[in-house]
């Protein structure tokens, strides 16, 4: 081994050892609370015996699963909301010249260069001022207003990419610009829909700071439970939750793995066998 | 004097455009231009004139316009809680580049998949939900919680480490909750590196470091600032990490701000802080814009 | 020639300030290949769009089979475009991208499938109906594009430079083509390049653009050998080209001086007068010297180099004001030494006297800055 070879091993082991206690760092809170989710102690600090009764209980609690639909409920209409106005301003205001375009594409950054606190301030003055009574709907748009730049971000990303010239195509072969928006331009922006769905889903899934602002007593969120049981401890059930939405979290992960994997097989099949049928 | 132009001038310089792409420009721009104006633009000035408004008794927003909000800010009570913001978030940053620069740099020697493995696997802890994760950090610092526990049983120290409800133990909360999201821009300017600028510079018979110094980090310096950005904006802006780890000892802007809203019913203080602390992240976002940066990467 | 199938009358464009195109007035007749050529920025792509219907005209009117159509949606248009850079769908396969304009059209499925395969046949991509846009090499690629517009069965099919992000070799056999294509089909194309050679080689016409002029519109025999402008003079070919003004005219020719002597040309414009100011144009083929002064021509020069560029040899010539004269020959024994004095001259016929379209020029160029003025003044009023 030269010394050139033996500088690219040790890097390649500091490499793996860093990667590993990155996933430590990272994994450990996680298993904790994993844990923490089997503990049979109702305060959330010491250990005593493994049990499954919080996922029991869990199934049995009606007012956190009351909770939880709120939760998938807003997390999911501010989604769609902010997935229609996103895309759609996204395609608009990529060539709109209207006079005060270049401003509301740039005020459109604003909810991700702004501390989101500020955005909940000035959206509680809002609602405030203009009368509005502060409950579902009020978190609805705050969330939608949260998560728009990053559709809006997300779908340029893509457009940047698109060659223009294809939608014009498709005016020229006689499609008018419905037809022309649903079967050219969304197809080729679909994955950065996607990822801003998927994106702007999970943050207001976890949003705290938008919500408790914008929020009336009668209407609470997965997270505003949390965070109003951190003074007194987490209950496991909490745990047991977030456990089973881990799994379902990972379990995603793995069938697209698993799924990339056989596509990867068979494509490569394909091509043997195309090597075969050429030569 | 200007000579006036006789000859007739060309009406109509706009660009034409037919009924029915005005009408689809309408549907496409509609929705997000009047959002922006209402919830975004509008908001914010309402902001804005809200922190020059004063508190009456009650909590009722007296609408007289005086700066006592700005003065009160810079006096000495919350100049400290200002100067305390700044500094964890400074350290939260610091901490996350650097920890977070190299697994950028190794995750971009890797194949895509597995890089986007990485990825993933990073960010689902958050997707999750970052909140109740975090709490494990209360479980895992206490004073009799894991870490001491088998640090001394390890016989490494003879009594518990004091970690929970200090900086120490907000900082590594703002660093576990940030830095999956800091990676990334840094991963994606790394990646974009062309690896022939590095083999140049060795070839040119620099080392390593000077490589590193003169050719990569000026080179993967735009994803760097991006993620100093996405780092430091909702770190000083988040009073929940605060709450939970520094157990309302340390106390954030964020805190600050939600304390107005909340227990002390002072609005316009509140605005006017939430106005300081905005102004402060424009800048930095100006400075970043100038230097070249592009705000799309901030997504 | 038969009735034109598009005609533009009086047709200006503007971009905010810029005056891209001036009183464009052009018929375009029935069957015929009608290239569109000048340099880039020209406006020969504005005006190619404007037919198409993605620019609309700031002012004029545009005729399809004499029905008015600039203010028509382009999918309310019977033409097609076969664009730059292929445009093709990259979510369909080969079959979907040729069907579109039929499926659109909400054609039977049967009918569409027979004449998508016709089509594809008949750019000879029988069977790659399932390959899919990313498999397919660029030649491939534009006769797919090709046979998309053609589905429609258009009037009048627009190509926007379609041979550009071709190689060489490929761009030659798909010029010969297009041409086959186009008398087969009988179909008017309507084709917009820089490349003066293909224009030459393939068109029925051309119609030389020049900052959003037509300096002139002709069979490419005329378009070559008499040149209507300075500007078509130089960019069709190759020339030598000198300012000169007239000193005299009679029934054969025309005696003009230059800063650097006399010589003779001709001029189809009957108003070229004496005293105007000209200019000359000449090829470097029909270039001739000798030692010694020729009557009418008085432009005397040194030999620099001689270039050999295969099949020709390349003879550069320093004027007294330093200005480079070309002049071509095939062999180097016709040639002689740098360094060496000589007289040029040519052949009466072959000086090619233009009139400057210098005033109409500077006239545009005040046209722009004023327009600037005009900007301003504009969004003042409406704000």
Same mark, same amino acid.
């Given at each position: 081994m030269n010394r050139r070879e033996k500088k690219q091993r040790a890097a390649h082991i500091a490499s793996t050892i860093y990667t590993v206690l990155l996933m430590i760092f990272i994994y450990a809170p996680v298993a904790v609370m994993i844990a923490y989710s089997f %503990?049979?102690?109702? #305060? %959330?600090? #010491?250990w005593s015996g493994f049990t499954t009764k919080y996922y029991a209980m869990l199934f049995n609690d009606s007012e956190l699963w009351g909770i939880f639909g709120i939760t998938l409920f807003v997390a999911l209409l501010a989604t769609v909301l902010g997935v229609i106005i996103g895309t759609l301003g996204a395609v608009g205001l990529r060539d709109a010249k209207f006079p005060g375009s270049k401003f509301i594409s740039e005020s459109i950054y604003f909810p991700i260069v702004i501390p989101e606190i500020v955005l909940a301030v000035a959206l509680l003055l809002l609602f405030d001022a203009s009368g509005m009574k502060l409950g579902l709907g009020t978190i609805i748009i705050g969330n939608t207003t949260l998560i728009l730049p990053y559709v809006y971000i997300t779908v340029r990303a893509r457009l940047v990419g698109m060659d223009p010239s294809i939608e014009e195509a498709s005016l020229d072969l006689g499609a008018d610009r419905f037809y022309t928006f649903m079967h050219i331009t969304l197809p080729a922006i679909v994955p950065g829909v996607l990822s801003g769905a998927f994106m702007s889903f999970s943050l207001v899934l976890d949003e705290l700071i938008v919500t408790s602002f914008l929020t009336s007593a009668e209407i609470t969120t997965l997270p505003i439970r949390v965070y109003s049981m951190v003074k007194k401890g987490v209950s496991p059930e909490i745990n047991a939750l977030t456990t089973i939405i881990f799994a379902v979290c990972m379990a995603g992960v793995l069938i697209y793995l698993i799924r990339d994997q056989i596509q990867m097989r068979k494509i490569r099949k394909e091509r043997e066998k195309a090597a075969r049928f050429s030569a | 004097m200007k000579k006036k132009d006789m000859r007739p001038k060309p009406k109509a310089r706009k660009d034409k455009k037919t009924a029915k792409a005005r009408l689809a420009s309408i549907i496409m721009n509609g929705p997000i231009t009047i959002w922006s104006i209402l919830f975004i633009i509008v908001p914010v000035v309402i902001l804005a004139v809200m922190s020059f408004m004063s508190k009456g008794p009650l909590g009722i927003v007296v609408y007289k316009p005086t700066l006592d909000n700005y003065r009160n800010i810079f006096s000495s009570m919350y100049i400290n809680v200002i100067k305390e913001s700044l500094i964890i978030a400074f350290w939260t940053t610091i901490l996350t580049v650097l920890l977070g620069y190299p697994f950028a740099s190794i995750m971009a020697k890797m194949k895509r998949k597995t890089s986007g493995l990485f990825m993933i696997l990073m960010m689902i802890p958050m997707w999750v939900s970052g909140l109740v994760i975090i709490y494990s950090f209360v479980i895992l610092f206490n004073q009799s919680g894991i870490i001491n526990t088998i640090l001394m049983k390890l016989g490494l120290i003879s009594k518990p480490l004091t970690m929970l409800y200090t900086n120490f133990s907000v900082t590594v909360g703002m660093l576990y909750m940030f830095m999956p999201f800091s990676v990334l821009p840094m991963f994606s300017s790394i990646e974009k590196l062309d690896p022939a600028l590095i083999e140049a510079s060795k070839d040119l018979g620099a080392g390593p470091v000077r490589t590193f110094f003169k050719v990569q980090l000026p080179l993967t310096s735009p994803g760097i600032f991006a993620a100093v950005l996405l780092t430091f904006i909702p770190c000083i802006g988040y009073y929940m990490v605060t709450d939970m780890l520094g157990g309302g000892t340390n106390m954030m802007i964020g805190n600050l701000i939600y304390r107005q809203f909340?227990?002390?019913?002072?609005w316009p203080f509140g605005a006017a802080l939430a106005m300081v602390l905005a102004v402060v992240i424009l800048l930095m976002v100006w400075v970043y814009k100038k230097v070249g940066g592009n705000l799309d990467d901030l997504g | 020639m038969a009735k034109p199938i598009v005609s533009m009358i009086n047709v200006e464009k503007w971009y905010g300030a810029n005056?891209?195109?001036?009183n464009c007035n052009l018929n375009i007749m029935e069957g015929e290949f009608l290239t569109l050529l000048g340099p880039s920025g020209c406006g020969k792509t504005t005006t190619l769009r404007m037919i198409s219907g993605f620019e609309l005209p700031t002012s004029g009117v545009i005729r399809v089979e004499g029905e008015s159509v600039e203010k028509k949606e382009p999918y309310e248009r019977d033409v097609n475009t076969v664009f730059q850079n292929y445009a093709?769908?990259?979510?369909?396969n080969v079959f979907d991208n040729v069907a579109y304009g039929l499926k659109v059209k909400k054609v039977p499925k049967d009918e569409i499938a027979e004449r998508v395969n016709k089509m594809l046949k008949l750019v000879q991509l029988d069977g790659f109906g399932k390959r899919r846009i990313n498999q397919m090499s660029g030649g491939q690629k534009q006769r797919v594009a090709i046979a998309r517009a053609l589905i429609n069965r258009p009037k009048v099919l627009l190509l926007d /430079?379609?041979?550009?992000?071709?190689d060489l070799k490929l761009r030659k056999q798909m010029q010969i083509e297009l041409k086959r294509l186009q008398r087969k089909l009988g179909i008017t194309f309507v084709y917009v390049t820089h490349d003066q050679e293909e224009a030459l080689t393939m068109s029925d016409r051309i119609a030389v653009i020049n900052e959003g002029v037509i300096d002139q519109i002709d069979v490419p025999q005329k378009i070559y050998n008499h040149p209507a402008t300075r500007f078509v003079a130089g960019f069709i070919g190759e020339s030598n080209i000198l300012d000169a003004v007239v000193v005299g005219r009679n029934d054969t020719g025309i005696q003009v001086g230059t800063e650097v002597g006399n010589a003779l040309g001709v001029s189809d414009d009957e108003t070229i007068e004496t005293g105007d100011a000209v200019s000359i144009a000449v090829r470097p083929e029909d270039t001739l010297f000798s030692q010694e002064r020729q009557p009418g021509f008085s432009i005397r020069g040194v030999v620099k180099d001689h270039v050999f560029v295969g099949n020709l040899v390349k003879m550069m010539v320093t004027l007294n004001d330093g200005t480079e004269f070309k002049i071509n020959r095939f062999? /180097?024994?016709e040639m002689i030494e740098p360094g060496q004095v000589i007289y040029l001259y040519w052949e009466k016929e072959k000086g090619k006297v233009l009139k400057t379209r210098n005033l109409v020029n500077t006239d545009s160029h005040r046209d722009i800055k004023g327009g600037d003025e005009d900007e301003e003044e504009g969004y003042a009023a409406e704000a």
């Open positions: %503990n049979n102690s109702r #305060v %959330n600090m #010491v | 909340t227990i002390s019913r002072n | 005056h891209v195109i001036k093709l769908f990259p979510n369909m /430079e379609p041979l550009g992000a071709l062999s /180097e024994d």
